[in-house]
C-alpha cells in the first residue's frame, strides 16, 4: 500500500508525552495540539495503562514513536513486536508511527541504545525494503529518525546520502530530527545546508526539536534532551518550512524537566508560530 505523504493531517505543534508533564497536559489552559507516545511503554501494557492512554486519545491526536523496532538490526523484526504495534495504531488511530534509523536489538538482546547504521548502499537497500515491509504490516504510514552518533566508522556515503537511498527503496516518510541534524553536523564537520539538498524533503512529515549540552571537556554536543531549542535549532525549522510541508512539530524533554511549563510552552507556541499555522487543531477539535 502506499500513501500520499502530502495528504496526511496536519497536526500542528506537539509534545512528547512524559509523566512528569501529565498535570500540564491536563490543563486546558496550556496550547498543546498533539501527543506523541513512546510506543514501547503502551505495547504489551496491562489495560490501566492502556486505558490511561484512551483517556489522552479523547483529547489530542496521538502518534505512537518507537525504540525497539529496530529496523536496521541484524534480525527482521520481530513479528509479534510488528502485530502489537499495528493494534496500538490502530487503537489510537494514528495518522503515521516512527521509529528511528538505527538499530536497538541483536540476537534478542536489547541493546538499551540507538545505535548508528554501517552507512553502505546494501544496508541502505535492505533497511528501505524491510522499513515498506513493517508499514505495510501495520498498515499506517511508517516515518524513520535519523540519530545522532557519537563514533564515525568510515562508510562510504554519507549520512545524508545513505537516508535517501533508504527512502528510495521504500515509500515511508521522514522524521527529522532538527538537533540531531545540528548536534551530527557540528560533531562531524558537514554542513545543514548541503544535508537538506540532498535528503527528499518531500518526504519529511514530522520534526523533533529537543535542547542539548556540551560534554564535559566542551569538545563535543550531545542530545540530552534537558534544555528548551536552542537559536540554530529554530534557524533549521525555519530554513526546513519553506522547504518542505512538514505536517507537525515535536519538542522532546527527557531530564531537567522545568518547575514551570512556561518554558515548554514557549517552544511550542515559537514551534506553531513557524509552521505558519494559523488554522492548526486545537486540543479538543479532533
Ligand atoms: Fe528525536
Known amino acids: 500500500m502506499t500513501y500520499s505523504l502530502t495528504d496526511l493531517p496536519f497536526l500542528g505543534s506537539g509534545l512528547g508525552y512524559r509523566a512528569e508533564f501529565a498535570d500540564a497536559i491536563a490543563d486546558p489552559a496550556h496550547r ?23 483517556e489522552l486519545r479523547k483529547r489530542f491526536r496521538i502518534v505512537p514513536h518507537g525504540l525497539e523496532l ?3 538490526g541484524p534480525e527482521d523484526p520481530n513479528p509479534r513486536y510488528v502485530d502489537a504495534l499495528a493494534r496500538l495504531v490502530d487503537d489510537v488511530d494514528a495518522p503515521w508511527f516512527s521509529d528511528h534509523l538505527c538499530y536497538t536489538r541483536a540476537g534478542g538482546v536489547s541493546l538499551a541504545t540507538l545505535t548508528p547504521l554501517p552507512r553502505n548502499r546494501e544496508v541502505a537497500r535492505e533497511v528501505g525494503r524491510r522499513a515498506q515491509r513493517v508499514q505495510d504490516a501495520v498498515g499506517r504510514p511508517l516515518i524513520l529518525e535519523n540519530v545522532t552518533y557519537h563514533i564515525d566508522l568510515e562508510s ?3 549520512e545524508a546520502r545513505f537516508i535517501t537511498e533508504v527512502m528510495e527503496h521504500c515509500d515511508c516518510g521522514l522524521l527529522l530530527d532538527l538537533t540531531n541534524l545540528d548536534i551530527n553536523s557540528r560533531n562531524h564537520g558537514y554542513s545543514t545546508r548541503d544535508f537538506l539538498d540532498t535528503i527528499p524533503l518531500e518526504r519529511v512529515v514530522q520534526v523533533h526539536l529537543a535542547g542539548g549540552v556540551p560534554s564535559d571537556d566542551g ?12 537559536p540554530a535549532v529554530w534557524d533549521l525549522l525555519a530554513r526546513l518550512v519553506e522547504r518542505a510541508s512538514v505536517r507537525a512539530t515535536l519538542i522532546e524533554r527527557d531530564q531537567d524537566f522545568p518547575e514551570d511549563f512556561g518554558e515548554m510552552q514557549e517552544d511550542l507556541d515559537r514551534a506553531r508560530l513557524l509552521l505558519g499555522s494559523a488554522t492548526a487543531p486545537t ?3 479532533w
Open 156 to 158: 562510504p556515503l554519507s
Open 283 to 285: 486540543a479538543g477539535v
Open 219 to 230: 569538545r563535543v554536543a550531545i542530545d540530552s534532551h534537558s534544555e528548551p531549542v536552542p
Open 70 to 72: 529496530s529496523i536496521g
Open 32 to 54: 498543546i495540539d498533539w501527543l506523541e507516545v513512546i510506543s514501547d511503554h503502551y505495547l504489551f501494557a496491562p489495560a490501566d495503562v492502556r486505558e490511561k492512554l484512551a
